[in-house]
């Protein structure tokens, strides 16, 4: 399973933008060899509020190179469906999934890009993300005159990385940006529950993931016996989380790369 390809998708880019929740955090290649080396942080920096003027004092310490922006999954939906059968072709399968997500969601789904992707014979996972969010970003850098090629998603690129490996893959990860955190469930690498959730306080979001991990014992008949965190050690007390998780019975397993979880796989660009 491979999910990628949200909007813009062609080559490596030169310099990428981690824009999280209320910073942007900017990663350039060094000159010695390929890997990604943070260069820059923005501090206060909201997206849903951003003018053109604001990101133009960003953009004046930007290069004009390729460049690729990752967001974190504030603006994201996430939905994970089950089928009896998909069907083959792909114009069917989008109806049956426009039809189930208009099922649970209330808004009108022409005002969102939606994405799919087929997990495994009877799990389909929807994405969507406000057309007109993506139209800001895409002019806002428009506007800056630095070009932007590719533009994705932090969950998702986390997903990919842990689908790629050869190594033994958690039994669920989670994701914190400051007061946003996102917990992804998976089988054999393939995810079947996702839940996003806000607190501000390393015990707060263990509570929470205990709480999901006892709803995923419930409702889907599965034990997690590992897990991953990806966070910036300054966002949240990781230690304090992983004490806490260890009187589950849960084993941490290091998620280890040359460059941020966050960013794309660099073979699939």
């Not at 999910?3 to 880019?13: A, L, T």
């Not at 900017?26 to 990101?55: C, Q």
């Amino acid at each position: 399973m491979v999910i990628d390809r949200f909007f813009i998708h062609y080559k490596p880019p030169t310099q990428y933008i981690y824009w999280g929740e209320n910073r942007v955090d900017v990663y350039k290649r060094s000159d010695s060899n390929k890997n990604l080396k943070k260069s820059n942080t923005f501090e206060n920096v909201f997206l849903m509020g951003i003018t053109s003027d604001e990101f133009g004092v960003i953009a004046k310490e930007l290069p004009s190179v390729d460049t690729g922006v990752v967001l974190n999954s504030s603006q994201f939906i996430f939905n994970i469906f089950e089928f009896e059968k998909i069907p083959f072709k792909e114009g069917l399968k989008r109806d049956l999934v426009e039809w189930r997500l208009k099922k649970v969601f209330p808004e009108n789904i022409d005002d969102y890009a939606h994405d799919y992707f087929k997990l495994s014979k009877d799990r389909i996972l929807s994405i969507l993300f406000k057309k007109s969010l993506k139209e800001k970003i895409e002019n806002l850098f428009a506007e800056s005159g630095v070009p932007l090629i590719y533009m994705g998603n932090s969950t998702v690129e986390i997903m990919n990385h842990l689908t790629g490996k050869k190594e033994l893959t958690p039994d669920f990860f989670i994701e914190v940006d400051k007061g946003l955190s996102m917990a992804v469930f998976l089988d054999r690498g393939i995810p079947y529950y996702i839940r996003k959730f806000r607190s501000d306080q390393a015990a707060g979001i263990a509570g929470e993931i205990v709480k999901t991990i006892n709803f995923v014992k419930n409702s889907y008949a599965k034990v997690p016996r590992s897990y991953s965190i990806a966070a910036d050690p300054a966002d949240v007390d990781m230690q304090f989380i992983r004490d806490e998780l260890s009187t589950q019975a849960l084993q941490p397993l290091d998620m280890k790369n040359k460059d941020p979880m966050f960013f794309p796989r660099e073979k699939e660009m």
